[in-house]
C-alpha cells in the first residue's frame, strides 16, 4: 500500500534534535544552520498535525508525541544507513569481468581505467580481450560471454563493436567509429614529405586485416574515393593481421594507416601519431556496452556503466 512519508530531511532533523534536545547541537551534526533545524521540524510537525517539541527558553522537551516517535524513527533511520552498507558490500562481492575487442582495451579503455578504479576501489574488475566482440560472420550477440570461469556472484558485461542488435541483453550506445588516416610526425617531413592529399600517392599504406576480413572496417579505396585522389594501388603496402601491429607500425613511421577515430585519439592528443586530413570514413559499426538482463541491476555492474557511459560522451562531440 502506498505512504506518505515525511522528507527525509525533516526526520533526520528530528532524530538529532531530539538526541541532543538542542537545535544548535543537530544542526553542528548535520552541517546545517539553527535556523535550518527548526524550519526542517516545523515542516514535519505541519505535516504530521502534532507538536514534536516544547520549546522552552533555554531547553528543549519531548512532547509525549514526540518521545513516542523517536524510536521508531531512529531504526527507520539506521535501516536506510545498513541499506546503503549493503550496497556497496554487494558491489565490492565477486567479480565484474569486462571482455571487449583488443584494440579498444589496449587504446582506449585501459588508459581511462584509473578513474574508475578510484572511484570503486573495493570492486574486482577484471579485463578479457577477445576478437569474439567484434560482429562477423561467426559471431553472435551472446558468444563472448562464455569467455570467463565463473562464479555464482561474477558479473560479466561485453563492450562490443557491432550493429548494436542483441537481443535479450540492455544495449548502450557508447559512440562510433569513423576511420580516419595517421601516421608518425616524422612522415610530414621526410622526403617525399606528407602535406597535400597528392603526397598520399607516395606513401607506403598500412592494412588491417583483421579488421579486413570481418567487415568491421573500411579500407583504402574507401578513403581514397572520399579524397579523390586517383591513380593509387590501394592494395600496396604491408599487411597486418592484427590492428595493434598497424597501430605499431604507424607509430614507427612505416607508413600511412587507416585507424578507428576514439582508439587513436589519446595517441593524437599526445602527439605520438597525427592525422594530416580531415577525412573520415564513416561506417555501420559502433560500440556498445552490452549487459545480460538478469545482471543489470547489480550495483557492481550499474557503477561501471555510469562511469563507462559518461566516459564515452567526449567522443561523440
Known sequence: MPYRLPPLNALRAFEAAARHLSFKNAAQELSVTPTAISHQIKLLEEHLGLQLFHRLTRALELTPQG???????REGLECFVAAVASAHERVSSGRLIVVLPPSFATRWLVPRLRRFALSE???????IRSLRTIDGDQASGAASFDLADLRQEDSVVVIRFGAGVYPGFQVDRMFGSDYIAVCSPKLLEVDPPLRVLADMRHQVLLHDQATASDRSGPGWDEWFRLAGVTGVDSNAGPHFSD???????ALDGLGVALASKPLVATAIAQGRLVAPFD??????FAYYLVVPAAIAARPAVQAFRKWLLEEAKSEEN
Open 67 to 73: 518521545e513516542a516517535m523517536l524510536p521508531k524513527v
Open 121 to 127: 576501489p573495493s570492486l574486482s574488475l577484471h579485463v
Open 243 to 249: 590492428s595493434g601491429l598497424a597501430y605499431v607500425a
Open 279 to 284: 577525412i573520415a570514413v564513416g561506417q555501420k
